[in-house]
């Protein structure tokens, strides 16, 4: 028993002195691969590195996700973009989806009009008349419907690229406030700099 | 490649939606009713017209045209308007496709019923054929031109 806990330490010692002689104490607290030259160094790393997590605050604070612009947008069409801050691309997707939408409903209510005097028709000619015109308005409104539709897929497409957009701008803005003012607004407070 | 598959899928969704159509749910319908004693009935030929002559004190227009088959026609209607394309009106039905045993020919008078008004003037008028569907009667086409009668004073 007594050799055993004697080999069983040996093993033991031998075993931390082989790993203090593999272990590379000189590359574990070489500081420059973190770009830091010295102490001051480290600390400025740091300090930017919090900083860089207040701002992270920030930003996400102002930033919009992607998931409630795109439900706003499946709802009205650019209410997503106008979000986003791109009022432009918002008012063209909702008055091309009103203009659409709106132009499908017209003629499709034109097609049913239509539609009731083809089906009170008795006369061969009124019949076939009333019913070409109802098909023909009902195709249209269905061309407009589908242009809808496209109108509607494209701007939920967009406003994931407008959220994206927003949110970098968000972050960019956030970037030249705090390096340009020396007031900050921070989550903790304000913030002077000198 | 995305923004040409969302092209390639907006064309396709038009494409398919502009094939969609309205169903031909009317019975009297001859593209919607394929039934084989379904039949539209002939278009009317071989009009003629006399009127009343001048100073009548009862005016009349008579017609007087060639039957349709039996099969296709059980009456007719006369309509009349005051313009060549002005709102046509139907002013007397004739209820049956019998012939005149003297001509062969259907007649109507116009005028020769006591709710008819024919005054003196200038009218265009034509006729239709029409057959018995259940309620309904499905009405063929009109004479190819409308027939002009000037009804003297």
Redesign the interface.
């Known amino acids: 028993m007594k050799r055993f806990i004697i080999t069983l330490l040996t093993l033991l010692i031998l075993g931390s002195i082989w790993a203090q002689t593999g272990f590379d104490i000189a590359a574990f607290s070489d500081t420059t691969k973190y770009g830091w030259a010295d102490y001051n160094g480290r600390m400025e790393y740091r300090n930017d590195f919090l900083e860089r997590q207040k701002l992270l605050q920030l930003y996400e604070m102002d930033a919009q996700t992607v998931r409630s612009n795109m439900i706003k947008s499946a709802i009205v069409p650019g209410w997503g973009q106008f979000s986003a801050k791109q009022p432009v691309k918002g008012e063209i997707f909702l008055g091309a989806e009103i203009v659409t939408v709106g132009t499908a409903l017209l003629y499709y209510d034109r097609a049913m009009t239509f539609f009731r005097k083809y089906e009170t028709a008795t006369q061969v000619d009124e019949i076939e008349d009333n019913y070409k015109k109802a098909q023909g308005s009902y195709q249209y409104s269905i061309i407009f419907a589908g242009l809808g539709f496209v109108v509607w897929a494209y701007n939920l497409y967009d406003v994931v690229t407008a959220t994206g957009e927003y949110n970098s701008q968000v972050w960019k803005n956030i970037m030249k406030k705090y390096y340009k003012s020396p007031v900050q607004l921070t989550p903790d407070g304000v913030e002077v700099r000198f | 490649m995305a923004t040409r598959a969302?092209r390639l899928v907006?064309v396709l969704?038009?494409l398919l939606?502009?094939a969609?159509?309205?169903r031909?749910?009317?019975p009297?319908?001859?593209?919607a009713n394929h039934s084989d004693d379904f039949y539209?009935?002939d278009q009317v030929t071989n009009v003629t017209v006399t009127t009343t002559g001048a100073g009548a004190q009862y005016k009349t227009v008579t017609f007087k045209w060639t039957p349709n088959s039996n099969t296709t026609t059980d009456g007719y209607y006369l309509y009349r308007g005051l313009a060549y394309n002005s709102i046509f009106a139907i002013v007397d039905t004739v209820m049956t496709n019998v012939p005149a045993p003297e001509d062969g020919k259907i007649t109507c008078i116009h005028g020769a019923k006591p709710w008819h008004v024919v005054l003196p003037g200038d009218y265009y008028y034509k006729v239709?054929a029409?057959k018995q569907y259940g309620d309904?009667?499905?009405?063929?086409?009109?004479t190819s031109q409308n027939i002009f009668v000037r009804v003297p004073n």
């Open positions: 969302f907006c969704i038009l939606s502009s969609c159509g309205i031909r749910s009317n009297l319908d001859p593209f539209v009935p239709s029409w309904r009667r499905l009405e063929g086409r009109f």
